[in-house]
């Protein structure tokens, strides 16, 4: 099984800030196979990125996605108030398809 | 629109059972792959069963199998996954999702739509 580790856990940065999450996994994602996800308090998951980089229908440029192999990341590069959520990485490489812990973006 | 929209969610005993329903609307719910994604209260999400577009292709987490089962009626456009032997570690959100189509025609297991959601607690 594919372990992902989302790091940090929480991010704290005021609005207009850019916030690095990180998703490193125990093996290699084939074929750039990763996805990331919002999820706002409350509500279900938003797809935000597929393929490592591609964005979904609807989402701004600040998200972006980037990584091969095992380390990944996901930027946002102005955050604004909304973007405060918990962020997951999905592997959809090699079954079982997992999941990150996530991580907490929280704005100042 | 495009919506996902589950229920039979509550409130059952260790060792019973419960049916989860998902209806679909605003796009052909027959092209696509659709999964079960659950959330236990505090966690993060665990990918629970899929199934194939036709319903032949199935898959289930080794924390179910035998457990539960996934179904999908084309005709009404509703995708089913009936929980037997429920445990405690079962409590959680469970999500429906659609699973992600290329233009080329490929399936994608990546979640592009998500219902909101429906809780299922076990408890004694």
């Known amino acids: 099984e594919i372990v992902l580790t989302q790091s940090p856990g929480t991010l704290s940065l005021s609005p207009g800030e850019r916030a690095t999450l990180s998703c490193r996994a125990s093996?290699?994602?084939?074929?750039?196979?990763l996805a990331w996800y919002q999820q706002r308090p409350g509500q279900a998951p938003r797809l935000l990125i597929y393929?490592?980089?591609s964005r979904a229908t609807g989402i701004p440029d600040r998200f972006s996605g980037s990584g091969s192999g095992t380390d990944f990341t996901l930027i946002i590069s102005r955050l604004e108030p909304e973007d405060s959520a918990v962020y997951h990485c999905?592997?959809?490489?090699?079954?079982?398809?997992?999941f990150g812990q996530g991580t907490k973006v929280e704005i100042k | 629109q495009v919506q996902l929209v589950e229920s039979g969610g509550g409130l059952v005993k260790p060792g019973g059972s419960l049916r989860l329903s998902c209806a679909a609307s605003?796009?052909?719910?027959?092209?696509?792959?659709m999964a079960w994604i659950r959330q236990r209260p505090g966690k993060g999400l665990d990918y629970v069963s899929h199934?194939?577009?036709?319903?032949?292709?199935?898959y289930n987490a080794d924390s179910v199998k035998g457990r539960f089962t996934i179904s999908r009626d084309n005709a009404k456009n509703s995708l089913s996954l009936q929980m037997d032997g429920l445990r405690v570690e079962d409590t959680a959100i469970y999500y429906c999702?659609?699973?992600?189509?290329?233009?080329?025609?490929?399936?994608?297991?990546?979640?592009?739509?998500w219902g909101k959601g429906t809780t299922v607690t076990v408890s004694s």
């Open positions: 999702a659609r699973l992600a189509l290329g233009d080329n025609g490929y399936h994608y297991f990546f979640m592009d739509v």
């Open positions: 605003g796009f052909t719910f027959s092209d696509h792959y």
């Open positions: 199934i194939g577009s036709g319903g032949a292709s199935i």
């Open positions: 093996q290699k994602v084939n074929s750039r196979y």
């Open positions: 393929g490592a980089s």
């Open positions: 999905h592997q959809y490489s090699t079954t079982p398809w997992t």
